[in-house]
């Protein structure tokens, strides 16, 4: 531990510097006009991951964004620890929103502000500077692999076509995953869970053309109020989704697993606080800490149609629509649910209107175990590295990738995140804490080491 230290210490500033580097990329992955972008991240992270000591370091090309592969193999009889981050990020939209520019990455208050900053380039740049430590003072224990991806946002639509390609290349014995969060430096704690996903887009058509609202209005459906009825009526008065057979699949955890799971701290008004809401909401019969973890939801992600520029407009529009995303829970099947949602809207819309359905990417659910040796080795190593165990966790978020690791190439995944869930992911003013970015560096070797030690 204390020859860690001291080499985090000595190169502070380099691995700081070499992060805002990787920052300044516009690796937006949805964004076709940030293409050569995304490639020069991808050349970027190669060049670290040889610099660092990396054997057979690849850009991979796929059908969309490549993906970077690299490796070191010390010895065929050690475990092998199999490296999985994305190094694009979201869009940085809505700009005016941050306080400095998404990719000029910015030191306030010992925190990094950058669009990736945490999600997940600060991330999984860790993983190379721990491997460049390991490397540097001999003591890699494992063998290790990096597969680095730039499609995570995307959905990794063609990952799963390099992993079912790659099945030798990428054996391993544990996959290890930094992009998820902890609760904080003080309470340290690793998720054991990944919600899923279903992510559509709906339509609703009315009068086959934009109408004058005074010449027509008060005779023809207005498809905006059909639509936002049409959501309003997919929660009941519960806040449970009314779609039917929705629930079906979802696993009840036990009276003894929700129980351990409410142990976790959380106060309820430092959060209301820190979102700036009055009172929270959601599934009757739950906690928040289980509405987020354990239970499946529905958001509407953005909504448009009629006139929206400046001034006014009277007009009764032709169409209007929306994204809808659901998270998903064990053992609930990403297009089991996406076509019952399908079916349900296109039965609910009613005849003044015509609606589409459209599937956008989705993500099976999926849990780690907490009784393998890969989690007892990320359980000593936060512990030597913050002086408390972890506390399992359930994670709200989504990483679709983790469910095809396992079905694959058969491997469990540990996910052992730094970021902290008020980071602003995805929002303006994304932020990585420095101290947490320094303290993944050095939690890192040691859990290859107890890997090595317990496998
Ligand atoms: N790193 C996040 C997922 C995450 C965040 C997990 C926080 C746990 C805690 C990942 O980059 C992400 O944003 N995933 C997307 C899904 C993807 C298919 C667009 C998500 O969760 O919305
Ligand atoms: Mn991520
Ligand atoms: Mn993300």
Excluded at 73 to 87: M, N, Q, R, W
Excluded at 88 to 115: H, N, S, Y
Excluded at 308 to 318: D, E, F
Excluded at 420 to 437: F, G, Q, R, V
């Amino acid at each position: 531990m204390q020859k860690i230290k001291e080499y985090v210490e000595a190169n502070q500033q380099r691995f700081l510097e070499e992060l805002f580097d990787l920052l300044r990329f516009p690796s937006v992955s949805a964004d076709p006009k940030y293409a050569a972008d995304v490639r020069n991240a991808a050349e970027y992270v190669a060049q670290k991951l040889r610099d660092a000591g990396g054997n057979n370091v690849e850009i991979y090309p796929t059908a969309g964004h490549p993906i970077v592969y690299g490796e070191k193999i010390i010895d065929a009889s050690k475990p092998t620890v199999l490296v999985y981050g994305h190094y694009d990020v979201q869009p940085p939209d809505p700009l005016e929103l941050w306080e400095t520019p998404p990719f000029e990455p910015t030191v306030r208050d010992g925190k990094i502000f950058a669009r990736g900053a945490c999600d997940d380039k600060g991330q999984f740049y860790m993983h190379i500077k721990a491997f460049e430590l390991m490397q540097a003072t001999g003591t890699l224990a494992c063998n290790v692999k990096f597969m680095i991806e730039g499609e995570e946002e995307v959905g990794s639509d063609n990952l799963g076509t390099f992993v079912k390609a790659n099945k030798e290349r990428l054996a391993a014995d544990v996959v290890l995953i930094s992009d998820t969060a902890m609760i904080s430096l003080d309470t340290p704690s690793l998720e054991t869970g990944l919600r899923g996903l279903s992510y559509v887009e709906v339509e609703v058509t009315g009068p086959n053309r934009d109408l004058h609202s005074g010449v027509y209005g008060g005779a023809v459906a207005n498809p905006i109020t059909i639509l936002t009825k049409l959501i309003a009526s997919l929660h009941d008065e519960n806040n449970r989704i009314t779609i039917p057979g929705f629930y079906d699949d979802v696993a009840e955890l036990s009276d003894a697993e929700r129980k351990a799971l409410n142990e976790a701290p959380f106060n309820e008004d430092e959060y209301k606080q820190d979102l700036g809401v009055k009172a929270l909401w959601g599934e009757k019969g739950y906690t928040t800490i289980e509405r987020t973890g354990i239970r499946p939801t529905l958001e509407v992600n953005g909504i448009w149609g009629g006139y929206i520029g400046k001034g006014a407009k009277t007009v009764l529009p032709s169409k209007a629509s929306a994204k809808i995303s659901m998270r998903l829970v064990p053992n609930q099947d990403s297009d089991t649910i996406t076509a019952l949602f399908t079916k349900h809207f296109e039965r609910i819309a009613p005849d003044y209107v015509s609606v589409k359905v459209t599937p956008h990417h989705g993500g099976q659910p999926a849990v780690t175990p907490t009784d393998s040796v890969a989690y007892r080795a990320a359980e000593q190593a936060i512990e030597e590295a913050f002086g408390k165990k972890p506390i399992p966790t359930r994670g709200g978020g989504s990483i679709p990738i983790v469910s095809l690791f396992e079905n694959e190439l058969g491997l469990k995944t540990v996910l052992m995140g730094f970021g902290l869930d008020s980071d602003n992911l995805h929002s303006p003013n994304e932020k990585y804490d420095i101290a947490n970015y320094f303290k993944g560096i050095e939690t890192i070797p040691l859990f290859h080491k107890y890997f090595a030690e317990l496998s």
